[in-house]
């Protein structure tokens, strides 16, 4: 069995990465009743029996002592950590796994990158590596970070280059939180095209999350359940302090889930087991080309479960509308690179063949009752090219001073990205599909 | 003589498991005289226990567990404690990261488990390597795996037995898997013995009825089409005892020409359990059945084409290259028929032994052989399995390769193999060598 340790970097990045521990949590207390230490949970979690002597960590099979996170705290404010280690899930973290500081990045990419990644890089990666060392078997790195503040996209973005050199075999799957079109930070556009060029050349998946999309989520959600929506299910969390509920904790709850069903065929049993590996192998055809639009169904079960389950089948059909995409666009007007769906749950191998067919040849890996589906789609190129467009306004005025090549270099790589995405939608469009490449002749 | 099965990957631990299900239980109610099905396969270990003659090999532990405890809980067989080689990370469904990477790493390992598994036999009748083409472990190591076997036992007989997956739907990379896997293996196995998972999926539905298909489903079909070879059965040259050597003469009467080495398997009767109180089979009719499957490229007796007539004998090459497109002739290069259970010996296969059947340079009397064996098999009081090395599988080979050279066109996913040390040269001569065998089997005449 494998293992998987998560970096949460900046604000967001811990807000989001706190409410996936939660779930975690609950999923596993939910399906091992018997507080067993198993594999499912060793990859998450460390079993750790403080009595024996030192930070001595039990084998697989043993009773449960004290679980702690396999996580990477990072954060260069004070307030949202300590809220963390000093609410209910303070005993699954270590402060040996936290690094804070006082001061904030100040909504400064540059600040968050250069300034902290030089000053703290080196404690970071010696914090990852003590993680690493308690894993049998690391596959990968998930990042949680947003894009348009300082520290998670500028200090983020360094932490994943520092992954990729001192760990160049384990996969870095990278979670972006992407600013809304009317950010309150003016400076989220700068932050996230500079971020942007980081994320193409050194991670192998990122699954970008708009937050407005987000937003019209819920939106929907509580025009369909009414008044009533009931936050203590099992599957939707409370705030971190077990207090009321907080505007953003919904959100994060979506993305929360996001990251739980990705890692759920890591973590149990299944007729088609699947790899954390197998995701960027199936679903990068371009090695630029990684970033995977995500969708979730059902959605509504996520904030209330009283709602009746979906039928099956509509549940696929969800999976490629526009309403249930983490991102705002519709991957139906546009090009589909790859796709795969993972189900959760009690789903036979022919619901799968069946709606495969019905959809027409998009492969999945997987088998359930909640359907991720992850789509490499040049729909994505229209959130970039709003990005470069709102970039671009904003750079026209020049406001703050700062070495210029960089944020050159941040924008051609971000328009030379688009223009692949671009290159692809024109092979589409010019060319018939069922149209194949000549074959090798064969002489008699 | 023995036959050592390495089953490789997570398709090739079920099916395997899943086989020697089958053989344990058809080999427990009635005794083979002379040559035991169960020592074929079985051995008994210091507890008496019957032990499979098997070697499980996967990069990741899951499925290997898995097989392990269902078999130990069917309480009739086991597998050999010290019989597996697993790791903790899988392939990721990259042929070049279990070729390249994990197949040299743990060779050492990997040839001392199977050498382990060869000594304890008393005559080694040849080794089977069960897999799947389409995802990295199965496809990648059990190359490299089948590639040291050839090394290490030049003289034995080395029966690859491949799972294709389904056309669409199960992992995007599946063809270029696919194709490296078979271009490699063109030149190192015997005899390649295919099942396509669309072609069981058909018969899971349609003959067994069954509602929700699982791949233990799929699997149990696959096992029992493979059962129903390998089971001892009397040939024409072993004289009324049970052949001793079910590969070397599998391959011999199947593979005549190194160019012609995929194996098509179909079986008749499949009936659901539920019907079967209902069903009456005679030899005369299931044989009819089984000729027409062949020529009209059936591969069930439901939906059969009998319109398909076999062209006259003259035709010359190309022109019935020709015609096989308009009539939807399937023209074979050898077929084997394996009869088993009541009455077997007044059952006339004279039907599959029509020179027209054939191809011209090969007299259709070398070309046909028939296996019997008066025991009936698995539930059926009589059951035939026709081993076809025929155009039967062009079809679905031509649509693999066509598949990945339009990705390849394009480049898309190479740099995931390059990665490894499998370069787009590599790739090109496995296309070339693929595309020859397609041309080959066109132009069967």
């Keep these: ?444 | 003589m023995s036959i050592v099965t390495v089953q490789l990957g997570q398709c090739g631990n079920q099916v395997g498991q899943e086989l020697f299900d089958v053989i344990c239980e058809d080999g427990q109610k009635e005794v083979y005289q002379g040559g035991s099905g169960t020592e074929r396969f079985f051995h008994h270990n210091t507890t008496g226990e019957l032990t499979a003659r098997a070697v499980l090999i996967d990069m990741e532990p899951k499925v290997i567990n898995h097989s392990m405890s269902k078999a130990a809980k069917s309480g009739k067989w086991r597998y050999g404690e010290t019989s597996h080689f697993s790791q903790k990370q899988g392939s990721g469904n990259n042929w070049a990261n279990g070729y390249c990477v994990h197949g040299p790493r743990h060779r050492e390992a990997m040839e001392d488990v199977v050498r382990r598994e060869v000594e304890r036999c008393d005559r080694l009748a040849g080794v089977v390597t069960m897999m799947s083409v389409a995802g990295g472990t199965g496809s990648g190591v059990g190359t490299y795996v089948t590639q040291c076997l050839r090394e290490a036992y030049p003289h034995s007989f080395i029966l690859n037995h491949l799972t294709w997956p389904y056309s669409t739907g199960e992992v995007i990379v599946q063809n270029y898997n696919s194709v490296l896997t078979l271009s490699h293996l063109y030149g190192l196995s015997d005899a390649v013995l295919v099942h396509e998972n669309d072609a069981v999926h058909a018969v899971c539905a349609r003959l067994l009825n069954i509602k929700h298909i699982s791949f233990g489903d799929v699997n149990g079909v696959i096992a029992h089409q493979l059962a129903g070879i390998l089971q001892p059965a009397l040939t024409p040259d072993s004289y009324g005892v049970y052949s001793r050597n079910p590969l070397g003469e599998l391959v011999s009467s199947l593979v005549c020409h190194p160019e012609y080495k995929l194996l098509s398997v179909c079986s008749i009767p499949q009936v659901a359990s539920s019907s079967m109180a209902y069903s009456v089979f005679s030899w005369p009719g299931l044989l009819k059945h089984l000729r027409q499957m062949l020529i009209s490229n059936a591969r069930m007796e439901e939906g059969i084409d009998w319109q398909v007539r076999a062209p006259p004998v003259q035709c010359g090459g190309a022109e019935s290259a020709r015609s096989f497109r308009a009539t939807g002739f399937n023209r074979s290069l050898a077929n084997l028929l394996i009869l088993r259970g009541k009455e077997v010996f007044s059952a006339e296969a004279d039907g599959l032994q029509e020179a027209a059947l054939y191809t011209s340079w090969l007299p259709s009397r070398e070309a046909f052989s028939v296996w019997k064996s008066p025991v009936s098999f698995n539930k059926y009081e009589r059951s035939a399995t026709l081993v076809s090395n025929s155009q039967t599988l062009l079809e679905p080979l031509d649509n693999m390769v066509r598949k990945a050279w339009n990705m390849f066109a394009s480049r898309a996913y190479i740099h995931q193999y390059t990665k490894f040390g499998i370069s787009e040269e590599d790739f090109l001569d496995s296309f070339t060598s693929l595309e020859q065998v397609i041309s080959s089997y066109t132009q069967l005449g």
């Design chain 1, 1 to 444: 069995m494998t293992q998987s340790i998560v970096v949460q970097v900046g604000q967001c990045g811990n807000q989001v990465g706190c409410r996936f521990w939660d779930l975690a949590l609950r999923e596993h207390a939910h399906v091992n009743k018997e507080g067993v230490y198993d594999e499912a949970l060793g990859s998450f979690f460390r079993n750790v029996d403080s009595r024996s002597s030192g930070a001595g960590t039990c084998d697989i099979g043993g009773r449960i002592h004290r679980l702690k996170a396999r996580a990477v705290l990072v954060d260069m404010e004070e307030g949202v950590v300590n809220q963390i280690v000093q609410g209910p899930l303070r005993d699954v973290f270590d402060t040996t796994q936290l690094l804070t500081d006082v001061s904030g990045s100040g909504n400064n990419w540059a600040v968050g990158h250069m300034t902290y990644g030089s000053a703290y890089g080196e404690q970071i990666v010696e914090k990852v590596r003590r993680a690493a060392e308690h894993c049998d078997c690391l596959q990968c790195f998930f990042l949680i970070h947003s894009m348009g503040g300082g520290t998670g996209s500028g200090l983020g973005t360094r932490v994943l280059g520092l992954l990729k050199d001192e760990f160049p075999g384990v996969c870095r799957i990278v979670t972006s939180v992407y600013p809304s079109e009317e950010d309150d930070v003016v400076t989220s556009p700068y932050n996230s095209v500079l971020a942007m060029r980081e994320l193409t050349e050194h991670a192998d998946c990122v699954l970008p999350v708009e937050n407005q999309s987000l937003v019209d989520i819920l939106t929907k959600i509580r025009l369909m359940s009414g008044p009533r929506i009931k936050t203590d299910s099992s599957l939707a969390s409370g705030g971190p302090g077990g207090r009321t509920e907080k505007p953003f904790d919904s959100m994060n709850n979506i993305i929360a889930n996001l990251l739980l069903n990705i890692t759920s065929s890591a973590r149990f049993e299944g007729c088609l087991n699947m790899d954390l590996n197998e995701i960027s192998m199936n679903l990068v055809p371009f090695p630029r080309l990684h970033y995977l639009v995500p969708s979730l169904t059902p959605l509504y079960s996520l904030a209330d479960c009283h709602i009746p389950p979906r039928r099956l089948d509509q549940m696929f059909s969800d999976a490629f509308s526009k309403d249930h995409q983490l991102m705002r666009t519709d991957p139906r007007r546009s090009l589909y690179l790859a796709c795969a769906l993972m189900g959760r749950g009690n789903l036979q191998l022919s619901d799968l063949r069946r709606n495969i067919h019905r959809l027409c040849s998009v492969p999945p890996v997987g088998h359930a009752h909640s359907l991720l589906a992850l789509s490499n789609n040049t729909c994505v190129k229209g959130s970039f090219v709003a990005l470069r467009g709102r970039y671009t306004r904003l750079y026209r005025k020049k406001e703050d001073g700062m070495e210029v090549g960089l944020f050159s270099q941040a924008a051609e790589s971000l328009s030379s990205l688009i223009e692949e995405y671009d290159g692809l939608d024109r092979t589409s469009s010019s060319s018939s599909p069922s149209l194949d490449a000549p074959r090798l002749k064969m002489a008699a």
